[in-house]
């Protein structure tokens, strides 16, 4: 199956700072392994802009759609037997500690 | 036909779905991936007994019958669904004539899957209670949403919403091993617990004591050497002794000081202290269980060993209780 991860900060990051992962091992380990298929960091929410249309005109704005305090920094497009391996990879990842991931698998719309 | 042999039939269906209801449903899941076809033949199977069995009188092994019964079902289902031949050839198997179906190693582990994955921490907290209450004990939907005090239409959606996240999440049909069984039992005993004590009947009784103890005996067979879900039981088996002296004739709960502890289950106490032994370390559970025993094995109030008590309650606030509920 294949997961979107979504790394993102929070309000309550871990204070716990020992044997803190590596993000290049982490990167290097899963792609090697083929788990992670392909993944980045996101530039600031300063720099998102926001489409909409309706009623047919084009909106476009400054900004994410929400003003929250934590926001996606990133993703990693994960290639996973089952959800129990996907966490397995998140909880890995330095971002588990320093904020949280999110696993949203992919609907296959050929299916 | 008397009314004394239907009597009899209804009990031995009573009897064998208490143990095979769980066999058959998770045996079925493993093999088709759909939880809702395999509660239905399970309850179809269950249905035919009670047709069939006041003629035909009660088969030798009436589990047996009831998973050919159930596997039959499943087969007709899935043929008029035209699914893929892989799945029909599994399912065929294990033939009509297999005599008993239960020693094989396979439909053990099925039964421990399928409460693994009911337990799985994606779930939320009352869907895992729900999806463990239907699933496993096969309560009726209507009987754990009353039990909850939400509507029968709420919790059938709650029902669904778990299974359809166990299949989109891609939460796997399997018991976790190594580490991750350590890390992962503490959340399926969480449940167990909150099956225990969390519902209620009209009469303001435990709703589901009698399935949580009967869960828990079957974790302990099936992952023997577990020293929490021995004194998990134990804990159960302990509170469960009070069952009929908590009240009053008018349905007023009773403090400890005020029960008559002559109406004590003994054999239910006698058989907790025997599995507490089993478990010298100062888990949580083994922790609540001894307090709950040293309550039990008092003659009185004040014959009470409250400084074994304190000791055990300082422990538990020093293990961090919150950490194992979430």
């Known amino acids: ?111 | 036909m008397t009314d004394a042999p239907a009597a009899a039939t209804a009990d031995a269906v009573a009897a064998a779905s208490t143990d095979a209801y769980a066999r058959i449903v998770a045996a079925l899941i493993r093999i088709t991936g759909d939880w809702t076809l395999a509660e239905d033949c399970a309850q179809e199977a269950l249905t035919l007994a009670l047709q069939r069995w006041p003629q035909e009188g009660v088969p030798g092994n009436p589990g047996g019958w009831l998973m050919t019964v159930a596997r039959n079902r499943a087969i007709d289902v899935l043929r008029r669904a035209s699914v893929e031949r892989r799945k029909l050839a599994e399912l065929a198997v294990p033939a009509l004539a297999d005599p008993d179906p239960t020693p094989a190693e396979e439909v053990v582990d099925d039964r421990l899957r399928l409460i693994f994955t009911c337990c799985h921490p994606a779930l939320s907290l009352e869907a895992r209670v729900a999806l463990t209450l239907r699933t496993i004990c096969g309560v009726a939907t209507a009987d754990i949403a009353r039990a909850f005090l939400v509507s029968e239409s709420t919790m059938t959606r709650r029902l669904t919403r778990a299974k359809t996240k166990i299949a989109d999440a891609g939460i796997p049909y399997r018991v976790p091993t190594g580490p991750a069984l350590a890390e992962r039992l503490p959340g399926v005993l969480a449940v167990l617990y909150l099956l225990f004590t969390h519902g209620y009947n009209a009469d303001g009784r435990p709703a589901f004591a009698d399935e949580a103890i009967r869960l828990a005996r079957l974790l302990r067979q099936l992952i023997p050497g577990q020293g929490e879900v021995s004194a998990l039981l134990a804990l159960f088996l302990f509170q469960h002794s009070r069952r009929d002296a908590r009240r009053d004739r008018r349905g007023n709960l009773l403090p400890l000081d005020k029960q008559d502890r002559l109406r004590w289950d003994r054999a239910a106490i006698t058989e907790g202290l025997h599995i507490l032994a089993e478990t010298p370390e100062d888990g949580p559970y083994a922790l609540q269980a001894r307090i709950a025993a040293c309550h039990a094995t008092a003659a009185s109030v004040d014959a009470t060993d409250w400084p074994a008590i304190a000791a055990c309650y300082d422990k538990l606030a020093r293990i961090h209780p919150h950490r194992w509920s979430s």
């Open chain 1, 1 to 111: 199956m294949k997961y979107m991860m979504f790394v993102c900060t929070d309000t309550e990051p871990d204070t716990d700072k020992a044997d803190e992962p590596d993000i290049d091992v982490w990167v290097s380990e899963n792609d090697t392994r083929g788990r992670r298929l392909e993944g980045s960091a996101l530039a600031s929410t300063s720099a998102a802009t926001t489409v909409r249309v309706r009623n047919g005109r084009l909106l476009v704005s400054d900004g994410p759609f929400a003003e929250t305090k934590e926001v996606i920094v990133g993703y990693d497009l994960l290639e996973c037997a089952d959800l129990d391996e996907a966490i397995e990879v998140a909880r890995a990842h330095p971002m588990a500690r320093a904020g949280r991931l999110e696993l949203r698998p992919l609907i296959d719309l050929n299916d």
